[in-house]
C-alpha cells in the first residue's frame, strides 16, 4: 500500500543534541512538508520541498534544517538552536499540480529530557 | 493564501447531523476547499474537497454557496467515532509549493 511512513514515532532528545526525523513516502508525489503541532493548536509549516535537491522555509524554520536528495525521502533535523523543541512533528506529501490533497504520516512525537 | 475562520469547538449527540461551517472572505478564483479531520496524536486525513456547488462522498458533503465566501461540512448522523478536530483549508492547486495553513480547527466532541 502507499502512504507515508514516519519513525521514530516517539524519541527523546537531550538538551544540546540534534536529532534527525525521518520520513518517507512511495506515493510518487512531488512535494513533501514539515509541520510542527504543539498540544491542542493548529499545524504549522517548518520546510517543504517541491522537486529534489530544492526545499524552501516555511513559518517557523529556525532551529529546524532539511535535504532532500531522493524523491522519496525528506528527513528533518532538530538542531540544538530551536529551544523549544517539544511537540508532534508531521510530515506530509502531495501532487505539485491539479487537484490535491495532503497525504500526513503517523507522526513523531519529539521530547526533551 | 486566503485566512478561514471557523468555530473553535462544538458539541453533538450520536446520531445527529452536524454542520461546521468556514468563512473564507478573501478566497481566490483559483482556490479549492479543503477539509481534513485529525485524531489525537495522528495526522490529518482528507475528508472532501470542492470548488463550488455541493460535493459529497461516502464520508460527508460540502456545500458552497455562489459567492464562494463561506463553506458548510456536514456530517450525516454522526457517532462517537467522529470527535476529532476538522480542518479547513483554502489554496490553490497551482500555487508554488501548495502550501496549506492549517488554523485551530473545530474540536467537535460528539456524546452519547
Known amino acids: 500500500d502507499g502512504g507515508i511512513t514516519q519513525s521514530p514515532k516517539y524519541l527523546f532528545r537531550k538538551e544540546g543534541q540534534n536529532v534527525t526525523l525521518s520520513c518517507e513516502q512511495n506515493?510518487?508525489?512531488?512535494?513533501m512538508y514539515w509541520y510542527r503541532q504543539d498540544p491542542g493548536q493548529g499545524l504549522r509549516l517548518i520546510y517543504y520541498?517541491?522537486?529534489?535537491?530544492?526545499?524552501q522555509k516555511g513559518d517557523i524554520a529556525e532551529g529546524y534544517s532539511v535535504s532532500r536528495e531522493k524523491k522519496e525521502s525528506f528527513p528533518l533535523t532538530v538542531t540544538s538552536a530551536q529551544k523549544n523543541p517539544t511537540a508532534f512533528y508531521l510530515c506530509a506529501s502531495s501532487i505539485v499540480s491539479g487537484t490535491y490533497g495532503y497525504t500526513f504520516g503517523s507522526g513523531t512525537r519529539l521530547t526533551v529530557v | 493564501l486566503a485566512k478561514t475562520t471557523q468555530p473553535i469547538s462544538m458539541d453533538s449527540y450520536e446520531g445527529q447531523e452536524v454542520n461546521i461551517t468556514c468563512s473564507h472572505n478573501n478566497i481566490a478564483t483559483n482556490d479549492y476547499i479543503t477539509w481534513y479531520q485529525q485524531f489525537p496524536s495522528q495526522g490529518p486525513r482528507f475528508i472532501i474537497q470542492?470548488?463550488?456547488t455541493k460535493v459529497t462522498n461516502e464520508v460527508a458533503s460540502l456545500f458552497i454557496p455562489a459567492d464562494r465566501k463561506s463553506s458548510t461540512l456536514s456530517l450525516p448522523r454522526v457517532s462517537l467515532s467522529d470527535t476529532a478536530v476538522y480542518y479547513c483549508?483554502?489554496?490553490?492547486?497551482?500555487?508554488?509549493?501548495?502550501?496549506?495553513?492549517f488554523g485551530g480547527g473545530t474540536r467537535l466532541m460528539v456524546k452519547p
Open positions: 483549508l483554502v489554496g490553490d492547486s497551482n500555487n508554488a509549493g501548495n502550501m496549506l495553513t
Open positions: 520541498s517541491q522537486i529534489v535537491n530544492d526545499f
Open positions: 506515493l510518487n508525489h512531488d512535494a
Open positions: 470542492g470548488y463550488k
